[in-house]
């Protein structure tokens, strides 16, 4: 995408035009992608090891990360204090860090995932007969599934 995307519509409403050519050029770009990638690391984390957190941490973390919930909204939730919450979530943060760090299942899942890309560009230009492409993506996606 490009930087005027950005420009455009990440400006807040009632903000001044003007007030938008005094940020430096890529504050609004890269404030969206390390608040929407933090968001979105933390979902993948949770999707490969949230089964490993413990049950309070599970309810924390889907209320508050993945529910979009604020600190005082979850504990209101939850019946605990907002301390509370964050003090959970943190650790479920740590907790599913750690996971990765040692386990690497993410990493791993990403390299077979570029591998099988690479594997179905080159089936579509070998000159295959469409059945024989059609069984090896078949066999490619099992692979990767599995």
Request: glycine share 8%.
């Amino acid at each position: 995408m490009s930087d005027a995307v950005f420009h455009n519509s990440a400006v807040p409403a009632g903000r001044p035009e003007a007030a938008r050519d005094e940020l430096p050029d890529n504050a609004l770009k890269n404030n969206f992608f390390e608040d929407a990638g933090g968001v979105l690391r933390l979902t993948l984390l949770y999707d490969f090891y949230g089964e490993l957190l413990t049950a309070r941490q599970r309810e924390c973390f889907e209320l508050h990360i993945l529910g979009d919930m604020s600190l005082n909204e979850t504990a209101e939730a939850l019946g605990i204090t907002p301390q509370g919450v964050a003090d959970i979530v943190g650790r479920a943060k740590k907790a599913l860090t750690y996971y990765e760090q040692k386990l690497g299942l993410i990493k791993r899942h990403g390299a077979q995932t570029a591998a099988a890309e690479e594997a179905f560009d080159f089936i579509a230009v070998c000159g295959l007969k469409q059945s024989d492409k059609s069984e090896m993506e078949y066999l490619i996606t099992r692979i990767i599934n599995n």
